[in-house]
């Protein structure tokens, strides 16, 4: 049984991260998500089922708000 999944946009920061946390889960710590190059994240990001942005749409900005996001996401896993 599959539910519907809306769509997944540049501004859903916190959807984002919490796919990306879900992929990579432990294996990216705080320091190590900081440190990704935004060519990697990029590309991750592009690949997330249901994301419907485009590679163009992509801003340095966003970039940065799904870093802190995936941060928040993984903090708050560790408790």
């Known amino acids: 049984m599959s539910h519907f999944?809306?769509?997944?946009?540049?501004?859903?920061?916190e959807d984002i991260a919490m796919k990306l946390y879900?992929?990579?889960?432990d294996d990216f710590g705080?320091?190590?998500i900081y440190r990704i190059r935004f060519?990697?994240?990029?590309e991750w990001i592009l690949q997330i089922p249901n994301f419907e942005g485009t590679k163009e749409q992509s801003t340095e900005g966003h970039l940065e708000m799904i870093?802190?996001?995936?941060?928040?996401?993984?903090?708050d896993n560790q408790k």
């Not at 999944?5 to 920061?13: G, K, R, S, T, V």
């Not at 870093?67 to 903090?75: A, D, N």
């Open 67 to 75: 870093q802190s996001q995936w941060v928040y996401e993984w903090r």
């Open 5 to 13: 999944e809306p769509p997944i946009h540049w501004n859903d920061h």
């Open 39 to 42: 060519t990697d994240l990029l």
């Open 22 to 25: 879900e992929k990579f889960g």
């Open 30 to 32: 705080e320091s190590k």
